[in-house]
């Protein structure tokens, strides 16, 4: 039975923090999920872990059981398949909360970072619009009553501002029909996939981090779970839906099959930095392998949060400068005409 919603990031990691804690005490399954069915707020999520306590209790896994549902990612329902056969389901309830914090927290940080611009274009439109369609006219009529002439700047914006005037209906539909498709987009499958490679191709290097980092957080996962470095690259290389970092691992794959270390590997295919790849040999030699991932994905996550407020600390002060530039030269441009005169008048 499937389901026409999907979980956010931010919805898998408290599902699996939720789980990892009953687990851990020592509650069956089947209690655990009535439990979450109990605190459960909304009848969606209700329903939901319905479809999976039903599966439980007709002696299904648990990877089976949110399969069945339809909404919970194959990598999701890969792990939890993988903890149970191993014997280690709370550990990586554990880190699949981990693994969708870390995307939550990024998904999170380039959604402000594109919010907040968008915000200030908008009221950056709004406000040039006003001027040109509602508070040059007013100064216009002064100046025709006057018997003066406004300036050549403040007569384009006032043909500007007709031209928006007459047109305003046809500009209303565009605003809409724009809207509706990027709606469009956002809800199908295609349409985010052409969304999100728009998004990395405006911004390579911010994109470029992104997908190391969630690299790093899979290849934590899938070591700190028990699986061996080739099945770890071959089941996170799935996850990357960066074109380029795909390109990356399924090259990182083909080099250690063919013999080559994972650590030199890594460096080769410039998925990592020297440094970072100096890490990685030290983790790989002491054991330590999982730990090193993560801490790598620590630090990406950082840099991209780092990136992402500096951008933002960019384009806050730019927008605001671009604004009052084009508010007071529109301004000016029907003011100083109009103070001339008044002077002569007076």
Do not use: W
Request: aromatic share 4%; net charge negative.
């Amino acid at each position: 039975m499937a389901n026409k919603f999907t979980l956010s990031a931010e919805e898998l990691a408290a599902f699996a923090a939720q789980l990892s804690l009953t687990v851990k005490t020592g509650i069956p399954l089947s209690e655990a999920i009535m439990i979450l069915m109990e605190d459960a707020e909304t009848d969606s999520a209700k329903k939901l872990l319905g479809i999976v306590l039903d599966k439980l209790e007709l002696g299904g896994t648990l990877a089976d059981a949110l399969k069945d549902t339809g909404v919970f990612p194959v990598y999701m329902t890969q792990m939890i398949e993988i903890g149970e056969a191993s014997g280690r389901l709370d550990h990586v309830l554990d880190s699949l909360h981990r693994y969708y914090e870390r995307e939550d927290n990024i998904a999170k940080s380039a959604k402000s970072a594109v919010t907040y611009p968008a915000i200030m274009l908008v009221i950056l439109i709004v406000i040039i619009v006003i001027l040109v369609t509602k508070v040059l006219p007013i100064f216009n009529q002064v100046f025709n009553t006057l018997g003066g002439e406004m300036t050549p700047l403040a007569q384009g914006a006032i043909r500007v501002g007709e031209i928006i005037s007459n047109s305003s209906v046809a500009i209303v539909v565009i605003v809409v029909v724009i809207a509706a498709i990027l709606i469009v987009l956002r809800l199908t499958p295609g349409g985010r996939k052409s969304l999100v490679g728009m998004g990395q191709r405006m911004f390579r290097q911010l994109s470029d981090r992104m997908a190391a980092a969630k690299f790093a957080s899979g290849m934590s996962l899938m070591l700190a779970s028990g699986l061996d470095v080739d099945r770890s690259v071959e089941l996170t290389l799935p996850l990357m839906g960066n074109p380029g970092m795909y390109a990356k691992v399924d090259k990182l794959k083909k080099l250690t099959e063919g013999g080559a270390s994972f650590t030199d590997s890594v460096v080769a295919t410039k998925i990592f930095s020297g440094m970072q790849g100096r890490m990685l040999t030290l983790g790989f030699k002491s054991g330590n392998l999982d730990n090193v991932m993560g801490q790598i994905a620590d630090d990406y996550e950082k840099e991209v949060d780092d990136r992402l407020d500096n951008l933002i600390s960019i384009i806050e002060p730019t927008m605001v400068a671009i604004l009052c530039v084009i508010v007071g030269l529109i301004l000016l441009s029907a003011m100083l005409p109009l103070l001339g005169v008044m002077s002569t008048i007076m």
